[in-house]
């Protein structure tokens, strides 16, 4: 009894649909090219014949790009610029993909128990949300950071550890974004009449939510998460700038705040991972509009 209606099924109707269905904008390939790119070296960047990111070369300190040996120069420590931007890659990606995964399904279970049940318990969730959501995400994340991330002199905070307390701090940034997100769209849907079908069927709540909300809302959790992706690399590279993020050079992020130093001597320090944040950010913006627009139409036809 669901209405659950494939992207795929509704592209299928209306007289412009074959030419749409095989013509897809140009953007399209471009940020697909550019993510699936940065995903793959993230994944197998490792077994690349490159220098180690973190072992420096005293032989080429702040060597151009374009030297042998060194096609994106190096840093001021003698660090190789394309070793660091690829393991950059795959902290950057982790960090984002996983803050989103966790912060999007907690949010969704969140918004949309919220919208089916109401009552009490949407009136509460609502006004957490609220509470959350006007608070500036960089400060709430290096509120989290500074308090459960804190590091001593004699005792400093480890990279995993950074990296957990990373995570968990921009995870409790998302869950309220995409907690509205998610309660909204279920908003919709919960009234719908193969819902209220269901409901007088005594089918069990859970199972409504999970056969004909859930499937249903996806597409619009889908579509901000791809911003969000975007927005937590943002995040986790000026938490990075204040001295808080990923330490060492290890992200994007990392070896902007590095490099910022010794812009006047080696800009490229700086610009090549600027440029990696930049085309990352604006390739998951993009696939989110795009899915964005897909969703609209496919609920103009429902």
């Not at 490792?46 to 151009?64: C, F, K, T, V």
């Not at 610029?81 to 969140?110: D, E, K, Q, T, Y």
């Not at 975007?230 to 070896?255: K, N, Q, R, T, Y």
């Amino acid at each position: 009894m669901s209405e659950t209606i494939s992207t795929a099924d509704s592209a299928d109707t209306g007289p412009l649909a074959p030419a749409a269905k095989r013509k897809r904008p140009v953007g399209f390939y471009l940020a697909g090219s550019w993510l699936g790119s940065i995903v793959l070296l993230g994944l197998f960047g490792a077994l690349l014949p490159l220098r180690q990111w973190d072992l420096a070369s005293y032989d080429y300190l702040g060597a151009l790009p374009g030297t042998p040996g060194h096609p994106l120069g190096t840093t001021q420590d003698g660090y190789d610029m394309l070793s660091g931007l690829i393991n950059g890659a795959r902290i950057s990606i982790f960090v984002s993909f996983f803050a989103v995964l966790f912060g999007g399904g907690i949010g969704a279970l969140i918004g949309i128990t919220s919208a089916y049940f109401r009552g009490k318990y949407d009136l509460i969730v609502v006004s957490i949300f609220n509470i959350m959501l006007s608070i500036p995400n960089l400060v709430l994340s290096l509120a989290l950071l500074s308090t459960l991330a804190y590091s001593s002199p004699d005792k400093p905070a480890t990279l995993q550890r950074r990296l957990i307390i990373l995570i968990l701090s921009l995870t409790i940034v998302i869950i309220p974004i995409l907690g509205r997100i998610a309660r909204a769209s279920a908003l919709q849907w919960s009234s719908r009449d193969f819902v209220v079908a269901s409901k007088s069927m005594g089918t069990r709540n859970f199972t409504i939510i999970r056969r004909h909300i859930l499937p249903n809302v996806a597409p619009a959790i889908l579509a901000i998460g791809f911003l969000a992706i975007g927005s937590v690399i943002i995040v986790e590279g000026s938490l990075s700038i204040l001295g808080i993020g990923v330490p060492g050079g290890a992200s994007w992020g990392s070896m902007l705040a590095n490099g910022r130093g010794n812009i006047a001597f080696s800009p490229h320090e700086v610009y090549m991972p600027a440029i990696c944040i930049a085309l990352t950010v604006i390739s998951s913006n993009w696939f989110g509009d795009y899915v964005r627009s897909r969703l609209d139409l496919r609920e103009a036809k429902i």
